[in-house]
């Protein structure tokens, strides 16, 4: 049974930090890929960043691309975002997910009930 606990919400001046953490339990192997998705109400969810490749390899969203940094402790099964110079655009629910090593894309399989991040002007 896999489970995906988030934490690290919160509400945050522009311009200040906020880290996400995702604890993971049930994955069979560490070359899952995981990720973290964001939605706001009535917009689409969206890939915000995602590791794979066994944790070698990261994306991210063009509009978090050298404001966010995104990592992976194996050992602990650990997924974690740090999160800098945040926007007001950033506000919404950010969601944890996971995928089988060979998949990757969305919709993942398996998902967070989401921490809310909050940054105002």
């Known amino acids: 049974h896999v489970q995906l606990v988030e934490s690290g919400g919160g509400e945050v001046q522009a311009g200040g930090s906020l880290r996400l953490v995702c604890s993971a339990s049930g994955l069979t192997s560490s070359a899952y890929c995981m990720g973290w998705f964001r939605q706001t109400p009535g917009k689409e969810r969206e890939e915000v960043a995602a590791?794979?490749?066994?944790?070698?390899?990261?994306r991210y969203a063009d509009s978090v691309e050298g404001r966010f940094i995104l990592s992976k402790d194996n050992t602990k099964n650990t997924l974690y975002l740090q999160m800098n110079s945040l926007k007001p655009e950033d506000t919404a629910m950010y969601y944890c997910?996971?995928?089988?090593?060979?998949?990757?894309?969305?919709?993942?399989?398996?998902w967070g009930q989401g921490t809310q991040v909050t940054v105002s002007s």
């Open positions: 590791i794979y490749t066994g944790g070698r390899r990261t």
């Open positions: 997910a996971a995928d089988p090593p060979d998949y990757c894309n969305f919709p993942f399989s398996y």
